[in-house]
Structure formats: C-alpha cells, structure tokens
T-cell receptor, first 115, second 117 residues
C-alpha cells in the first residue's frame, strides 16, 4: 500500500525567506506525486505534479519540487515566501497518473509566515 | 482548468436528519468521482470512489449505509449523510477525473462543511 509522510506538522518562515517542505513516500512502483495547497475552509489547489521526465518540476505561484527516487522524497521549495503563502500544504501520491484509484495524502504541513 | 463545484458549501443540521451534498463537474465529464473527509487540522481521508452508473466502492471502515453515494450522471455525484450525528461533523471534499483527458490531475471541489447539532 502506498503512503505519504510529511514530517513537519508546522513550519514558520519569515516573509522573504526560502522554504522547503518535506515529503517522503512509500510506493512499490514509479509514483505519481502531487503537491496541493489548501487555504482555511477551502478546497485544494494543485501546485505541481510529477509523473516522469525531469525530476525538477515547476509549479504555480513560484513553487518547485524535486523528485529524488533514491530518497523516496518529493520536497516542495520556494525561494522567497509571501504572506499569502500561509496555508496548509499536502503532498499526495497516486498509483496512476489520472488518479483513477484516488490519492493518498500526507497529513499536511501548516505553513506560518512571520512578518 | 476543469472546474468542480460543491453545494452547499456549509450546512448545519439537527441530529437524526439526512443531508445531501452535491458535487458537479462543470466543464468536463467526470467518469470517476472521489469523496474525501477531512477532520479539523488533519489530512484528507478517502471515503469512496464512484464511477458513473456503478455502485460506489467504499474504503475500509466507511459505512456505506451511512454515507450514500450516487453517481447517476457524468457531471453529478451526491453524498447523502443519513441520520447524521455530531460525530459526522466534518469537511467533505469531492474530486473528479474523467474525459476529455485530464491526465495527471484530480480536480477538487471547494468542500462542504457539515455541522451536526
């Protein structure tokens, strides 16, 4: 069975500083990996996804993530955070690209931005 | 991108009543829809998967008689929480995938917050 671990429940970053959110997955085959952001009381918005090819993927809002098979990781990064980035971030894995089997989510990382 | 809409966005009901939540794909045909449940400050847990015209497949531990899912058309799935109790209070989110090809992405609704008094 596939699983996702987000080791950090909360992260506090100063505005303008760089950010890295960690994600480790467990899956027997090549995973399909996603990062979603959720603002309070709202649904999920896809930031980026990895299926194959270049292991460094670019997403919306200036986010990027790097797939490292040897470390079973898919960490999310942003060089300079903005106050509007404060939200809950979820890493997810699927067994198929179209998500036909649904997604397995990590428990999320709550990002707090300090002024 | 494709749009998935949920209605209502929030609902308050009395214990023992039933509540229906709708999930619509507005600009694509959703062959598969998923229902997730999210408790406060926790992750999303998949409840069930529904394919148009078929019975839903429920995850282990989810009561199918409690959470009735209907996916009667390619643009609409409904989740009915029957005889709701306070412990059913949660944030319910649907997502959809389908045709035309939306390879690589599930589209999520805005979520529906249920509060059972």
């Amino acid at each position: 069975a596939q699983s996702v671990t987000q080791p950090d429940i909360h992260i506090t970053v100063s505005e303008g500083a760089s950010l890295e959110l960690r994600c480790n997955y467990s899956y027997g085959a090549t995973p399909y990996l996603f990062w979603y952001v959720q603002s309070p009381g709202q649904g999920l918005q896809l930031l980026l996804k990895y299926f194959s090819g270049d292991t460094l993927v670019q997403g919306i809002k200036g986010f990027e993530a790097e797939f490292k098979r040897s470390q079973s990781s898919f960490n999310l990064r942003k060089p300079s955070v903005h106050w509007s980035d404060a939200a809950e971030y979820f890493c997810a894995v699927a067994s198929s690209g179209g998500g036909a089997d649904g997604l397995t989510f990590g428990k999320g990382t709550h990002l707090i931005i300090q002024p | 991108g494709a749009v998935v809409s949920q209605h209502p966005s929030w609902v308050i009901c009395k214990s023992g009543t039933s509540v229906k939540i709708e999930c619509r794909s507005l600009d694509f045909q959703a062959t598969t829809m998923f229902w997730y449940r999210q408790f406060p400050k926790q992750s999303l847990m998949l409840m069930a998967t529904s394919n148009e015209g078929s019975k839903a497949t429920y995850e282990q531990g989810v009561e199918k008689d409690k959470f009735l899912i209907n996916h009667a058309s390619l643009t609409l799935s409904t989740l009915t929480v029957t005889s709701a109790h306070p412990e059913d209070s949660s944030f319910y989110i649907c997502s959809a995938t389908g045709s035309p090809s939306q390879t690589g992405e599930l589209f999520f609704g805005e979520g529906s917050r249920l509060t059972v008094l």
